[in-house]
């Protein structure tokens, strides 16, 4: 049964000899087993030796529709016979941005290039809006690769978190800035005392709350009822910015992003991801009010490749297809199979797990029936079960992050007879794993 994977190994030898550990993003690096793909379509991804997965792991979640998907792939080549940028404002640009605009119901949008981009324009537009500086994240909430809100990630170890009631911020690793230890204060999802007792603490001090609506590099950890409208509540009254990071959830779990989903509004969220089924694109949208302070003068914000042709192109092509049918809904329908079938596998197998999550982009953990509330929950269960599980998925032919803390994405080209091989394949990993265990 076992996957050949010499080609793999030869490429990935000539790989370490150019990158560190042999990879450009250290969250693609997994040891010996480090993947090298050579190409995508539909629901699947193929490896070096031409070894074909379901891929549930979709690049970390762009890919909405399809690898290669046909549309897209055709527009983007169309467009950029004509060039790739100009330095300037190009009609593609004030459409996409429009139906950002009516997607998402903000009213403002400028364009970044990708999540982490995102998310750091939008603290410095929530800093320079309310003239403060301090920043309230959630532990394991991850916001991009920028230093300012690289602590407390779903890289922290358990025993580094500190106590509930006074969280240390544990930085992703070294070369972050001392200095930005004290412009971050981290505390645990889902803890309305927590929050509430900081913020009246600390208020006059606080730019932003920012916050994952859905715990996407967590489990897929959903917030508790009341939870997004009690951040909503003391940002209001304290004139905090309300940030809702929508890089993994807009334009997946719902055409309008969780905003929609859950019915509460940020003061700016940030997109990226799925808006243009994996071209480079991303976006921060907002409040008139507070979209206004950014400009020549006032706030920065721009980037030589911020709006560029084939990430604009590629949106273009998926918010129209997202808008007119009900692609969403679709893939729900295929995701909810798979939710439903790994929990009756894992029910079989008599073991212990919690599913969580919108069919898009659900997460599980073992060891626990527990509904997880926060990264402290989601560390207290059984890692090592669910990543021998997954690589024994792996080996069998579907692929999923063998991180739990990584959601399943589904797109819309995953096809029913995909779910089902799933669940097979699915299945007898877990009976693998059972058997290697006595
Ligand atoms: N915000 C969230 C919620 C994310 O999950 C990610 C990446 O996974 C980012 C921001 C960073 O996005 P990017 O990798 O495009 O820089």
New binding site residues.
């Given amino acids: 049964m076992a996957r050949t994977r010499t080609r793999t190994r030869e490429l990935y030898e000539r790989a370490k000899q150019v990158f560190p550990f042999g990879v450009n993003s250290n969250f693609r690096y997994w040891g010996d087993d480090t993947n090298i793909f050579v190409r995508g379509e539909k629901g699947y991804v193929f490896d070096a030796d031409e070894n074909r997965y379901i891929d549930y792991r979709l690049a970390?979640?762009p890919v909405i529709l399809g690898h290669g998907y046909p549309a897209v792939v055709r527009r983007v080549a169309e467009a950029i016979q004509d060039g790739c940028m100009y330095a300037a404002t190009h009609p593609l640009e004030i459409s996409v941005g429009e139906r950002v605009k009516r997607l998402t119901g903000m009213d403002k949008v400028r364009f970044a290039t990708?999540?982490?981009?995102?998310?750091m324009h939008a603290l410095r537009i929530a800093r320079a809006y309310t003239g403060r500086e301090v920043v309230i994240k959630f532990e394991g909430?991850?916001?991009?690769?920028h230093d300012y809100l690289l602590f407390t990630t779903a890289l922290a170890s358990r025993s580094s978190l500190g106590s509930r009631r006074s969280p240390i911020n544990v930085p992703a690793g070294s070369g972050i800035p001392r200095a930005l230890h004290d412009l971050v204060i981290n505390l645990p999802y889902n803890d309305f005392e927590a929050l509430e007792r900081t913020v009246k603490a600390k208020w006059g001090n606080l730019a932003a709350i920012i916050v994952?609506p859905i715990m996407?590099?967590n489990a897929s950890v959903m917030p508790v009822e009341g939870w997004l409208e009690h951040i909503r509540r003391l940002c209001t009254e304290y004139g905090i910015v309300m940030i809702i990071?929508?890089?993994?959830?807009g334009f997946r779990i719902a055409r309008g992003g969780a905003q929609e989903y859950f019915g509460v509004r940020g003061d700016l969220a940030?997109y990226?991801?799925s808006i243009a089924n994996g071209f480079p694109l991303?976006a921060i949208a907002g409040t008139e009010e507070v979209m206004s302070v950014v400009g020549p003068g006032s706030v920065a914000h721009g980037g030589t490749y911020v709006g560029n042709i084939p990430g604009t192109a590629a949106a273009e092509v998926t918010l129209e297809l997202l808008e007119k049918e009900d692609i969403l809904g679709s893939i729900a329908r295929r995701g909810q199979q798979l939710m439903a079938g790994l929990d009756r596998i894992l029910t079989d197998a008599g073991l212990p797990h919690f599913i969580q999550g919108p069919p898009q982009m659900f997460g599980f953990v073992l060891g626990t029936d527990t509904p997880p509330r926060d990264y402290r929950d989601c560390l207290n269960t059984n890692l090592a079960l669910y990543e021998h599980i997954i690589m024994e998925l792996i080996e069998r032919g579907a692929i999923a992050e063998p991180d739990c803390r990584e959601p399943w994405f589904l797109c819309y080209e995953h096809s029913e007879a995909d779910i089902d091989e799933t669940l097979n394949l699915y299945a007898d990993a877990v009976k693998a794993v059972k058997g290697a265990h006595g």
């Fill in positions: 970390f979640g990708s999540g982490t981009e995102a998310t909430d991850y916001h991009g690769f994952e996407g590099n990071d929508e890089v993994k959830t940030t990226a991801k991303a």
